[in-house]
C-alpha cells in the first residue's frame, strides 16, 4: 500500500493549468479584437504561456507521485518546474536581464520537461522482461537534456555536437513511442502479477488471523484454569 501526499499537487497543477489556458485564449481574443499588440500584450501573454506550461509538467510530475511509486523523480521535477517558471517570469516583467539570467532559466527548464517526460513514461506497467526499456529512457532523455543545457551553456554550435544531439533524440522519440506500447503488451502479465501479489497479502492474513485465533484460544484456556482453581 503506497501513500499519496496530503497537499493536492496533481490538483492545483490542474487549476493552474486550465485557468493558464483559459486566459491565454482570452487574451488572445482580446488582443486580436482590439487591433493593438503591443509590448505589455506580448507580456501578459507570454506569462500565461509560461504558466501553461509550468501547470502541464508539474501535472505530469504530480501524477506520478500520486502513483506512490517514486519520490525523488516528481520532487525534483516540480522544483525544476517551479525554479524555471519564477526564473521566466522574472525575466518577462524585468529588465534588462543578462544572458547568464536566461541560460540558467533556459538550462532549468530543459530539466523540467526532461523529468516530466520521464514521470509520464514511469507510471507504465511493464512486464519484467521490458523493463530495461524504462532504463533506456532515463539514460537517453536525460543524455538529451544535458545535451541542450551542454550547448546552452558553453554556446555550442559545432556540426558534431548537433549530430550527437540528432542521434540521441532520434533514440528519445523511439524509446518514448516504445514504451507504451510495452505497457500495453505487459497488461496480461502485470495483472497477473497484481492478482498473485493480492493472493499471497490473502494468505499472509489468513495465516496471521489463524495465528491469533490459536493464540486467543490459548489464552482463553488459561482463564478457564485459573478461574477453576480460584477459590
Not at 6 to 17: D, E, G, Q, T
Not at 35 to 52: C, K, S, V, Y
Not at 67 to 76: D, E, H, N, W
Amino acid at each position: 500500500m503506497h501513500t499519496t501526499p496530503n497537499f493536492p499537487v496533481k490538483r492545483a497543477f490542474l487549476y493552474v493549468l486550465i485557468g493558464a489556458v483559459g486566459l491565454t485564449a482570452a487574451l488572445g481574443i482580446l488582443a486580436i479584437l482590439s487591433g493593438r499588440f503591443g509590448w505589455l500584450e506580448i507580456r501578459i501573454l507570454l506569462t500565461t504561456i509560461t504558466i501553461a506550461a509550468a501547470g502541464i509538467c508539474g501535472l505530469s510530475c504530480a501524477a506520478y507521485w500520486n502513483t506512490g511509486r517514486g519520490l525523488v523523480l516528481p520532487i525534483a521535477g516540480l522544483a525544476l518546474t517551479l525554479l524555471a517558471a519564477v526564473l521566466i517570469l522574472g525575466g518577462i516583467w524585468v529588465t534588462p536581464i543578462s544572458i547568464g539570467y536566461w541560460k540558467l532559466s533556459a538550462s532549468a527548464a530543459v530539466f523540467a520537461v526532461a523529468c516530466a517526460h520521464l514521470a509520464l513514461l514511469s507510471m507504465a506497467r511493464l512486464a519484467q522482461w521490458f523493463q530495461w526499456s524504462l532504463t533506456a529512457a532515463y539514460v537517453v532523455i536525460l543524455t538529451v537534456a544535458a545535451l541542450v543545457v551542454l550547448m546552452i551553456l558553453g554556446e555550442v554550435d559545432s556540426v558534431g555536437m548537433f549530430q550527437l544531439l540528432g542521434v540521441a533524440a532520434i533514440c528519445d522519440a523511439a524509446i518514448t513511442i516504445m514504451i507504451p506500447i510495452f505497457h500495453r503488451l505487459s497488461r496480461g502479465n502485470v495483472m497477473e502479477a497484481v492478482i498473485r501479489s493480492e493472493a499471497d497479502e490473502m494468505t499472509a492474513l489468513d495465516r496471521e488471523i489463524a495465528a491469533l485465533r490459536s493464540r486467543l484460544a490459548d489464552l482463553e484456556r488459561q482463564r478457564q484454569q485459573c478461574s477453576g482453581q480460584a477459590p
